[in-house]
Protein backbone atom coordinates (compact mmCIF):
# COMPACT_ATOMS: atom_id res chain seq x y z
CA UNK A 1 0.00 0.00 0.00
CA UNK A 2 2.99 2.69 0.68
CA UNK A 3 6.47 2.53 -0.12
CA UNK A 4 8.89 4.61 1.13
CA UNK A 5 12.03 5.23 -1.40
CA UNK A 6 15.45 6.55 -0.22
CA UNK A 7 18.16 8.37 -2.52
CA UNK A 8 21.06 10.34 -2.28
CA UNK A 9 23.84 8.36 -0.87
CA UNK A 10 27.22 8.12 -1.89
CA UNK A 11 31.08 8.36 -1.06
CA UNK A 12 32.14 11.87 -0.06
CA UNK A 13 35.48 12.83 2.06
CA UNK A 14 35.02 13.71 5.52
CA UNK A 15 33.88 17.23 6.00
CA UNK A 16 31.61 17.11 2.97
CA UNK A 17 27.79 17.34 2.32
CA UNK A 18 25.44 14.77 1.49
CA UNK A 19 21.60 15.50 1.31
CA UNK A 20 19.08 12.51 1.50
CA UNK A 21 16.08 12.59 0.20
CA UNK A 22 12.62 9.99 1.06
CA UNK A 23 9.86 9.71 -0.76
CA UNK A 24 6.56 7.99 0.20
CA UNK A 25 3.94 6.58 -2.52
CA UNK A 26 0.70 4.62 -2.48
CA UNK A 27 -2.49 5.27 -0.87
CA UNK A 28 -1.44 7.83 1.61
CA UNK A 29 -3.91 10.18 3.25
CA UNK A 30 -1.25 11.99 5.34
CA UNK A 31 2.12 11.41 7.27
CA UNK A 32 2.68 11.96 10.78
CA UNK A 33 6.44 11.76 12.18
CA UNK A 34 9.18 10.87 9.72
CA UNK A 35 12.96 9.61 10.49
CA UNK A 36 16.12 9.09 9.52
CA UNK A 37 17.64 5.93 11.01
CA UNK A 38 20.97 4.56 10.40
CA UNK A 39 23.11 1.51 10.66
CA UNK A 40 26.32 0.89 10.17
CA UNK A 41 28.44 -2.71 10.21
CA UNK A 42 27.97 -4.59 13.28
CA UNK A 43 25.76 -2.41 14.54
CA UNK A 44 22.27 -1.83 15.96
CA UNK A 45 20.47 0.55 14.19
CA UNK A 46 20.09 3.98 15.59
CA UNK A 47 17.44 7.29 15.33
CA UNK A 48 19.26 10.05 13.41
CA UNK A 49 16.73 12.27 13.01
CA UNK A 50 13.26 12.91 13.59
CA UNK A 51 10.28 15.36 12.20
CA UNK A 52 6.86 15.60 13.40
CA UNK A 53 4.05 16.65 11.09
CA UNK A 54 4.26 20.01 12.48
CA UNK A 55 7.74 20.84 11.88
CA UNK A 56 9.54 19.94 15.32
CA UNK A 57 12.19 18.13 14.84
CA UNK A 58 15.15 16.10 17.11
CA UNK A 59 18.46 14.98 16.37
CA UNK A 60 20.67 12.28 18.11
CA UNK A 61 23.22 14.14 19.92
CA UNK A 62 26.07 12.47 17.64
CA UNK A 63 24.76 14.60 14.57
CA UNK A 64 23.16 18.03 16.25
CA UNK A 65 24.59 20.98 14.79
CA UNK A 66 25.44 18.98 11.60
CA UNK A 67 22.43 17.29 10.24
CA UNK A 68 19.40 18.61 9.45
CA UNK A 69 16.17 17.52 8.89
CA UNK A 70 12.56 18.65 6.79
CA UNK A 71 9.57 17.61 4.77
CA UNK A 72 7.66 18.50 1.86
CA UNK A 73 4.17 17.29 2.65
CA UNK A 74 2.94 18.42 -0.63
CA UNK A 75 5.48 15.78 -1.76
CA UNK A 76 5.06 13.29 0.85
CA UNK A 77 9.08 13.87 1.19
CA UNK A 78 11.62 13.99 3.95
CA UNK A 79 15.27 15.08 3.67
CA UNK A 80 18.26 14.80 5.54
CA UNK A 81 21.07 17.66 4.80
CA UNK A 82 24.16 16.45 6.23
CA UNK A 83 27.46 18.74 6.46
CA UNK A 84 30.50 18.21 8.04
CA UNK A 85 30.50 14.52 7.79
CA UNK A 86 32.93 12.45 9.67
CA UNK A 87 33.88 8.52 9.12
CA UNK A 88 31.75 7.66 11.74
CA UNK A 89 28.64 8.65 10.12
CA UNK A 90 29.51 6.12 7.38
CA UNK A 91 26.57 3.63 7.46
CA UNK A 92 22.98 2.65 5.51
CA UNK A 93 20.92 5.34 5.85
CA UNK A 94 16.73 4.06 6.25
CA UNK A 95 13.91 6.55 5.79
CA UNK A 96 10.63 5.27 8.14
CA UNK A 97 7.44 7.16 8.66
CA UNK A 98 4.62 6.83 10.24
CA UNK A 99 1.67 6.54 7.17
CA UNK A 100 -2.14 6.69 7.60
CA UNK A 101 -3.36 5.32 4.19
CA UNK A 102 -6.61 4.95 2.51
CA UNK A 103 -8.15 1.26 1.86
CA UNK A 104 -11.60 0.61 0.44
CA UNK A 105 -13.60 1.65 3.60
CA UNK A 106 -11.50 3.18 5.77
CA UNK A 107 -8.31 4.73 6.83
CA UNK A 108 -5.23 3.54 8.87
CA UNK A 109 -1.80 4.18 9.96
CA UNK A 110 0.87 1.71 9.34
CA UNK A 111 4.67 2.24 10.26
CA UNK A 112 6.91 1.72 6.84
CA UNK A 113 10.69 1.62 6.50
CA UNK A 114 12.80 2.20 2.94
CA UNK A 115 14.81 -0.14 1.24
CA UNK A 116 18.00 1.93 2.53
CA UNK A 117 20.92 4.05 0.73
CA UNK A 118 24.65 3.38 1.70
CA UNK A 119 26.57 6.84 3.15
CA UNK A 120 30.66 6.10 3.40
CA UNK A 121 32.61 9.22 4.61
CA UNK A 122 36.43 8.36 3.47
CA UNK A 123 39.32 10.30 5.97
Known amino acids: QVQLVESGGGLVQAGGSLRLSCAASGSISSINAMYWYRQAPGKQRELVAG???????NFADSVKGRFTISRDNSRNAVYLQMNSLKPEDTAVYYC?????????????????WGQGTQVTVSS
Open 51 to 57: ISSGGST
Open 96 to 112: NADVNYRTAFRTLTGNY
